[in-house]
């Protein structure tokens, strides 16, 4: 009686143990999925912060003044120089044909 009390302390607390093992398992893998989400988080503001500098850079008057600064003759982009042209353009901008 008294070696099958023994064997049953020893399997409870190999079996407890276990557990203990698992659970400390768990709360680590916890841990590491909080610092995953702060890292997920940190790369969203950083990138949320970039897109707002580039919304920024591209702004007209901006780009104006770099372009002074820079000293380049630049056209807009689309302008035709002969109405024929631009008659062109303006056609094959509304002839667009349904799927």
């Known amino acids: 009686?008294?070696?099958?009390?023994?064997?049953?302390t020893i399997?409870?607390?190999?079996?407890?143990?276990?557990?203990?093992i698992m659970r400390s398992q768990r709360l680590h893998e916890a841990h590491r999925n909080a610092e995953?989400?702060?890292?997920?988080?940190?790369?969203?503001?950083?990138?949320?912060?970039a897109e707002v500098e580039a919304s920024?850079?591209?702004?007209?008057?901006?780009?104006?003044?770099q372009i002074r600064s820079?000293?380049?003759?630049?056209?807009?982009v689309g302008t035709a120089e002969r109405e024929s042209d631009r008659q062109l353009a303006y056609a094959g901008a509304t002839d667009r044909t349904a799927p």
């Open 11 to 20: 399997v409870l607390a190999g079996l407890f143990g276990g557990l203990l």
């Open 56 to 65: 920024q850079a591209v702004r007209l008057p901006h780009l104006r003044r």
């Open 36 to 49: 995953f989400h702060q890292q997920v988080s940190a790369l969203r503001q950083e990138l949320w912060r």
């Open 70 to 76: 820079a000293s380049i003759a630049l056209q807009p």
């Open 1 to 8: 009686m008294f070696s099958k009390l023994i064997t049953m």
